[in-house]
C-alpha cells in the first residue's frame, strides 16, 4: 500500500478518519474520488480490511467495508478474502505472543461489524441448491469460537439451504434435537479446540442411537479436524472450508433421499 500515489495515500487516510467517525455520506463520496483516481481499489480494499480487523477497528472496518462495497467488489470476497484474512492475521500474532485474547475478542467484533454491512448485499448463488434442505448448524459445547460457524452458515444460505444456527456451546442432545425438529438433511458442526474436538463423536453417537443417522449427514470442520478424523468419528466429511462446505452439500443432496422418504 505504500507504494500507491500520494494522492490516494491521502484519500485513504481521509477515508480512515470519516469511517472513524461513522460518517457515511463522506466515506461514499471519498470512496468515489478514490474509484475517480482509475486506481483498482480491490485489492487495496481487501489487504485494508485484513489490516483493520487484525488491529479490531470496529468503525473503520465498517467504513472500509462500505467502501470496499463502493469499489464493486463481490460480498463474499470481502468476507473472505478481506475480513477473514483478518482474523486469520491476528491468529498468527498470538501464536506468536504478539497479541492476546483481548485483542482477539476486538478483532472479532470488526470481523462481525464488517459482516453486518454486507448481509444485505449477500444474494443468493445463481447455482442455489432447488431442493428444499435445513442445516442444523453450531459449534459444539465447551467452544465458544463462532467466526468460523457463522461463515460456514453464510455460504450455505447464499447456497439456498435453509439454516438453523444453533450458535455456539452447543450441547451434544441440542443438536439432536432441532435434527428432528426441523427434519434436517445435514448437521454441521464446528471446533477449534482439540479438547472440545471429542463432543463430534458423540453427536454422531447419539444419531445412531436414535435411529438417525441415515436421516442426515453430518459435515464436521474447524481448524483441528481432518478428513482421517471425519472418517474415524463417522462423519460423512470434512471439507476444508466455508465454501467447499456448500459445494460439498450442493451435490451429496442429489443423491440423498427426499425428506418425506427419510422423515415420513
Ligand atoms: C478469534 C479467536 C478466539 C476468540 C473467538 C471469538 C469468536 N467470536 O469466535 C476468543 C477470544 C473468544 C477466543 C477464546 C479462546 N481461544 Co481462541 N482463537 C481465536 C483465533 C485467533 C481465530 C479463530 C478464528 O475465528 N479464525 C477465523 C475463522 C474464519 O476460521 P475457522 O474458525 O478455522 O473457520 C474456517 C475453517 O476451519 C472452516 N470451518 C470452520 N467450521 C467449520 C465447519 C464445517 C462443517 C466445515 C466444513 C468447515 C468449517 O471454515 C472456515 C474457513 O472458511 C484462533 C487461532 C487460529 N489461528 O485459528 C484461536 C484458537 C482457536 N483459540 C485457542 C484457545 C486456546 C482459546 C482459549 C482457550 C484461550 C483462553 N486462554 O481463554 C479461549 C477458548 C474459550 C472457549 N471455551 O471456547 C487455540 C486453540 C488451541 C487448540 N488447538 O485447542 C487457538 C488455535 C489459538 C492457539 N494457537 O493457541 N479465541
Not at 491468529?91 to 483481548?102: D, I, R, T
Not at 442432545?173 to 427434519?183: P, S
Not at 472450508?241 to 422423515?263: N, V
Request: proline residues 4%; hydrophobic residues 45%; aromatic residues 6%.
Amino acid at each position: 500500500m505504500d507504494n500507491l500515489p500520494e494522492e490516494v495515500q491521502e484519500l485513504m487516510e481521509a477515508l480512515d478518519e470519516a469511517a472513524e467517525d461513522e460518517d457515511e455520506d463522506l466515506v461514499e463520496e471519498l470512496a468515489q474520488k478514490l474509484l475517480d483516481t482509475g486506481v483498482d481499489m480491490k485489492p487495496v480494499a481487501l489487504e485494508k480490511l485484513a489490516l483493520l480487523v487484525m488491529d479490531g477497528e470496529e468503525e473503520m472496518s465498517v467504513g472500509w467495508t462500505r467502501a470496499a462495497l463502493k469499489f464493486g467488489l463481490d460480498p463474499f470476497e470481502i468476507l473472505l478474502k478481506g475480513l477473514a484474512e483478518g482474523m486469520g492475521l491476528i491468529g498468527k500474532k498470538y501464536e506468536n505472543g504478539e497479541a492476546f485474547v483481548p485483542q482477539l475478542l476486538i478483532a472479532s467484533t470488526a470481523m462481525y461489524s464488517g459482516m453486518e454491512i454486507i448481509a444485505p448485499f449477500m444474494k443468493q448463488d445463481e447455482n442455489s441448491c432447488t431442493k428444499p434442505a435445513t442445516v442444523v448448524i453450531g459449534t459444539v459445547e465447551g467452544d465458544v469460537h463462532d467466526i468460523g460457524k457463522s461463515l460456514v452458515k453464510t455460504l450455505l444460505s447464499a447456497n439456498g439451504f435453509n439454516c438453523v444456527d444453533l450458535g455456539n456451546d452447543v450441547p451434544s442432545t441440542q443438536f439432536i434435537e432441532a435434527a428432528k425438529e426441523n427434519r434436517a438433511t445435514a448437521v454441521s458442526m464446528s471446533t477449534l479446540m482439540t479438547t472440545t474436538m471429542a463432543e463430534m463423536p458423540k453427536v454422531v453417537k447419539m444419531l445412531e442411537n436414535e435411529g438417525l443417522r441415515d436421516k442426515v449427514m453430518v459435515m464436521v470442520g474447524g481448524a483441528p479436524i481432518t478428513t482421517q478424523y471425519a472418517a474415524e468419528i463417522g462423519a460423512d466429511v470434512s471439507p476444508h472450508d466455508a465454501a467447499s462446505a456448500a459445494t460439498w452439500l450442493k451435490g451429496a443432496i442429489f443423491d440423498f433421499p427426499s425428506e418425506t422418504e427419510r422423515w415420513g
